[in-house]
């Protein structure tokens, strides 16, 4: 299995921007699809973005497109979450997800999870 732990969650004001992190290892990175998922409280996880490692193919929840980006570094085996506009309804705690190559956004789908940063958007 591969083992996710991210960073960057805090507390930011609305309209502005945060990025988070997802380092992984243990399973080989170029044989993964890595997302962002996350759950407000009381309320079901949702898929947020992700990216197929093999050719960085993106995919992205609607609530999201043009605010936040998925992108890995070019060498080391992290996964970044550039967020944007933040809204008050991005309040959420953000988890770090993978799963072999093939792309879903179900969170079923995803066997190795990160433990999750809380981000908090202040209105």
């Known amino acids: 299995q591969v083992q996710l732990v991210e960073s960057g969650g805090r507390l930011v004001q609305a309209g502005g921007s945060l990025t988070l992190s997802c380092a992984a290892s243990?399973?080989?990175?170029?044989?993964?699809?890595m997302a962002w998922f996350r759950q407000a409280p009381g309320k079901e996880r949702d898929f947020v973005a992700g990216?197929?490692?093999?050719?960085?193919?993106?995919y992205y929840a609607d609530s999201v497109k043009g605010r936040f980006t998925i992108s890995k570094h070019i060498t080391s085996n992290t996964v970044y979450l550039q967020m944007n506009s933040l809204k008050s309804e991005d309040t959420a705690v953000y988890y770090c997800?993978?799963?072999?190559?093939?792309?879903?956004?179900?969170?079923?789908?995803?066997?190795?999870w990160g433990k999750g940063t809380q981000v908090t958007v202040s209105s």
């Open positions: 997800a993978a799963r072999p190559n093939i792309p879903t956004t179900s969170a079923s789908d995803f066997g190795s």
């Open positions: 243990g399973r080989t990175f170029g044989s993964l699809a």
């Open positions: 990216i197929r490692l093999s050719d960085a193919v993106t």
